[in-house]
């Protein structure tokens, strides 16, 4: 019996979606999905209008077997081109207020280390950055595909360096209200969002209807079945989603316990000061016992 035909009989709630970090490593990394890679690259700059690769070349290979789900790792791939160019893709489902900064970061340190000791910045090459997200990073901003430059304030024409570019598609719940904005992007790349955004959810039928049967597309989706029939696969996203899950748990209670002690320190000034409780309360959120212990 297949591993595909064996799960079918299991009953088993976990969802796997082709924006699961894992999946997407293993989807780019194998040199014979190069194809792959190379046209999803190739959709995302034919959307913004410029010159297409005609080489991929993963420089950080995903190994499965090795990949420790117990580790807050960030499961980019990075890419030369023909032209040495660097390319950093990955995908994030879970926002936070630092990711603006983080993926600003990220840009900066695989520019960075292309320079080694004492050597010339001529040598630097163009990085250009493609994150894919489930959540709005620039609610302000309505483009399913934005992209950022170095410009000049004053005449956009002038571009400070080329070195620089950050494209950032955006999924989840605009893509699925708002289907018509869809339509302005590139055919490929179409396809493409549509396969990371339903890719889990729809049947294969419609799957293919939407992606209008696109062989690099139905090759990439029968890359997904594979991957979501294997139990050793399932195994690892689910043990990576937990992970995810109880990081950003104890995050969040790292946050609200540093939000409490800032309040608390808030109250004891005022309590010094000669505020009465309620307005103590009003103003901190803390409660009346817990006022009242303080000194």
């Known amino acids: 019996m297949s591993k595909k035909k064996a799960k079918t009989e299991k009953s088993d709630d976990l969802v796997i979606k082709p924006t699961s970090d894992i999946f997407a490593a293993v989807l780019w990394s194998p040199p014979k999905n190069e194809p792959l890679l190379r046209g999803f690259i190739n959709s995302v700059l034919r959307d913004f209008g410029v010159e297409m690769i005609t080489q991929a070349l993963v420089q950080n290979p995903f190994n ?43 840009w900066a340190d695989t520019y960075s280390s292309l320079l080694r000791v004492g050597g010339k910045y001529s040598k630097l090459v ?32 002038v571009l400070l360096s080329d070195h620089f570019q950050m494209h950032f598609l955006r999924l989840g719940d605009m893509l699925k209200r708002q289907m018509e904005g869809l339509g302005e992007l590139d055919r490929e790349l179409q396809h493409w969002m549509n396969f990371f955004a339903f ?17 690099l597309i139905q090759q990439a989706y029968q890359e997904f079945q594979n991957f979501t ?3 050793e696969m399932r195994e690892k996203v689910r043990l990576r989603q937990r992970f995810l899950e109880d990081y950003q748990i ?30 103590i309360v009003d103003l901190t959120g803390l409660s009346h016992a817990a006022i009242d212990r303080l000194n």
Do not use: C, W
Request: proline share 4%; aromatic share 6%.
């Open 64 to 106: 499965i077997k090795e990949f420790a789900v117990d580790k807050n790792l960030v499961l980019d791939v990075r890419v030369l081109d023909e032209a040495n160019r660097q390319y950093n893709i990955e995908i994030q489902t879970t926002p936070h207020t630092g990711f603006r900064n983080r993926s600003l970061l990220y």
């Open 126 to 157: 163009p990085v250009k950055s493609v994150i894919i997200t489930e959540f709005p990073i620039f609610p302000e901003l309505k483009n399913l595909h934005t992209v950022f430059e170095a410009r000049a304030r004053e005449n956009p024409e």
């Open 199 to 215: 890719g889990g959810t729809l049947s294969e039928d419609k799957m293919l209807q939407l992606v209008e049967h696109n062989t």
């Open 229 to 231: 029939a294997d139990d």
């Open 250 to 279: 104890g995050m969040d209670a790292a946050k609200d316990e540093g939000e409490t002690g800032k309040a608390t320190e808030i109250a004891q000034n005022m309590k010094r000061k000669g505020y009465s409780v309620d307005d």
